[in-house]
């Protein structure tokens, strides 16, 4: 597929995206398209705070997780390592 292909492809699924995103915004507020094609750049960044937030937050539950995995699997490998009392 040439690069002129692709834009165009590319174009038209941005488009048929775009319309979507209008189209069921139209409908779950009923807000003018204008006013919904104006207010879209906010809504992306704002998208891209949200997602850029729970992204964090999840990488450090999943560093904390794993923290406390290797605390448990090292108190586990001394527990067994631990010679039986005579």
Same mark, same amino acid.
């Given at each position: 597929? +040439? @690069?002129?292909?692709?834009?165009?492809?590319?174009?038209? !699924? /941005? +488009?048929?995206?775009? /319309? %979507? %995103?209008?189209?069921?915004?139209? !409908?779950?507020? +009923?807000?003018? %398209? @204008?006013?919904?094609?104006?207010?879209?750049? +906010?809504?992306?960044?704002?998208?891209?705070?949200?997602?850029?937030?729970?992204?964090?937050?999840?990488?450090?539950?999943?560093?904390?997780?794993?923290?406390?995995?290797?605390?448990? @699997?090292?108190?586990?490998?001394?527990?067994?390592?631990?010679?039986?009392? /005579?």
């Amino acid at each position: 597929m +040439g @690069f002129s292909t692709r834009l165009i492809v590319g174009g038209a !699924v /941005a +488009g048929a995206a775009l /319309a %979507y %995103y209008v189209r069921s915004r139209r !409908v779950q507020t +009923g807000q003018s %398209y @204008f006013d919904i094609v104006r207010r879209l750049p +906010g809504d992306v960044l704002r998208w891209a705070d949200e997602t850029k937030a729970r992204a964090t937050h999840a990488l450090e539950e999943g560093k904390t997780a794993a923290r406390d995995r290797d605390a448990e @699997f090292t108190r586990q490998l001394l527990a067994a390592g631990e010679p039986p009392a /005579a």
